[in-house]
Every structure is written in C-alpha cells, then in structure tokens.
C-alpha cells in the first residue's frame, strides 16, 4: 500500500504544480486587455470615436502579441509537463521563474503599447523593456526544457524520445534572439523595430524545414 500512497501522493502535488501554473498564465493573458481602455469622446460623431479606436491600435497591437507570446509559452510548458512524472525543489523554482516572467507581461505589454504611438516611439525605454520580459522568459523555459530533459534528474518518464526536447530548447531559445534583435534596430529605426517580432513564424518555419531536411525518411515498402 505505501508505494501506492506515494505514487498517489506525487501525482496530487503534480497536479498542483500544474493548476497553479495555469491559474497564472490564464490571469495574466486576462490582465493584457485591462490595458486597453474603452474611448471616452466627447459628442457622439462617429469620426471622433473612430478616430479615438485607431489611437488604441498600438496598445491592440502589444496585446496580440503578447497574447500570442503567453500563448505560446503555455503550449509549450503544458507539452513539458505532459511527461513530468515527478517533481524536485529545483523543478518548482525553476517553474516559479518561468511564472514571475508571465506575470510581467501586462505590466511590460502596456508599457510598451503606451509608448508606441508616433509621437512617443522614439523612447527605447519600453521596447528594451518589453525585449528584456521576453528574453528572461525564453531563458527560463529553455532552462526548465534542459532540467527536465535531462533524465539524471528523473522527472519524466525513461522512454522519453530525446529529440523532442533538444527540439524544444532550440526554439526556446530561438524566440528571444529574434525579440533581441529589436533593440539595435531600434537605434536604426524606431518604427522598423515594432515589426521585428514578424521574424518569429518566419525563423519558426525555417527551423521546420531544415528538421524535415534532416529526419530519415521511412524505407520503401518491400513488394
């Protein structure tokens, strides 16, 4: 009985781990809208208010990305934990760090929505500050892909196929180095800097072709 006790015991704080986890990423993903206020107008002419929704595009553009960014870090952190079989002190930790990044992110979203309006995109301020948000999250999640990867540490299952994690790291740090690459354009061109993010599906889509490049292909069918 104590063996089962134990396995029962680890799969509940698993599965904390995991609620928890996803409690944050969904509020945070909620909290990147507040950002983005109603407009308030001052009569009821259609060109005023119109006017007033196309100042909240740059605030509804940082608000899709991040959107896509949380997004695409909770598919992943949901991929890794779909094999996690057992939990350790460093696993929480690291876990915790990949979360304090998600909570930044409304908080960087709407500082750098705020100041991506014509008149204020020369600051560099919020966009090094949204880079830096991004970049600590793709190295905690490349750090939590590496830990629990690695099968000294033991907590996943043994038939694991390696290369789906190798896999995973790479594009964790792929994601980051992109987002870096917006600071000096930045000193370049302020306006140019705001669509280096553009470059993530396309570098995404590279590191897809050069893997199936790569991958065996199955041997023909013997008549």
């Known amino acids: 009985m104590q063996p089962d006790r134990d396995a029962h015991r680890t799969q509940?704080?698993?599965?904390?781990?995991?609620?928890?986890?996803?409690?944050?990423?969904a509020i945070a993903i909620t909290l990147l809208v507040i950002e983005i206020k109603v407009p308030e107008i001052h009569g009821a002419g259609e060109g005023e208010l119109l006017r007033a929704i196309f100042r909240l595009l740059p605030k509804f553009m940082g608000f899709v990305l991040s959107f896509a960014i949380i997004g695409l870090y909770w598919t992943r952190h949901h991929f890794m934990f779909g094999y996690?079989?057992?939990?350790?002190?460093?696993?929480?930790?690291?876990?915790?760090?990949?979360?304090?990044?998600?909570?930044?992110?409304?908080?960087?979203?709407?500082?750098?929505?705020?100041?991506?309006?014509?008149s204020t995109m020369h600051l560099k301020t919020p966009l090094i500050i949204y880079v830096l948000n991004i970049c600590f999250l793709g190295l905690m999640n490349l750090l939590l892909a590496r830990y629990?990867?690695?099968?000294?540490?033991?907590?996943?299952?043994?038939?694991?196929?390696?290369?789906?994690?190798?896999?995973?790291?790479?594009?964790?740090?792929?994601?980051?180095?992109?987002?870096?690459?917006?600071?000096?354009?930045?000193?370049?061109?302020?306006?140019l800097a705001r669509y280096v993010p553009i470059l993530v599906p396309v570098a995404m889509k590279i590191l897809r072709r050069r893997r199936s490049k790569t991958e065996p292909k199955p041997e023909p069918l013997a008549e």
């Open 12 to 25: 509940t704080q698993l599965e904390r781990i995991i609620f928890f986890s996803d409690a944050v990423f």
């Open 84 to 118: 996690v079989i057992d939990y350790t002190g460093k696993l929480i930790w690291l876990n915790l760090f990949l979360l304090f990044g998600i909570a930044l992110m409304p908080f960087s979203t709407g500082l750098f929505g705020e100041y991506s309006t014509p």
């Open 148 to 191: 629990i990867g690695n099968p000294g540490n033991r907590v996943i299952s043994r038939d694991l196929d390696p290369q789906l994690f190798k896999e995973l790291k790479t594009r964790a740090a792929l994601v980051p180095v992109v987002f870096l690459l917006a600071i000096p354009v930045a000193f370049i061109n302020d306006y």
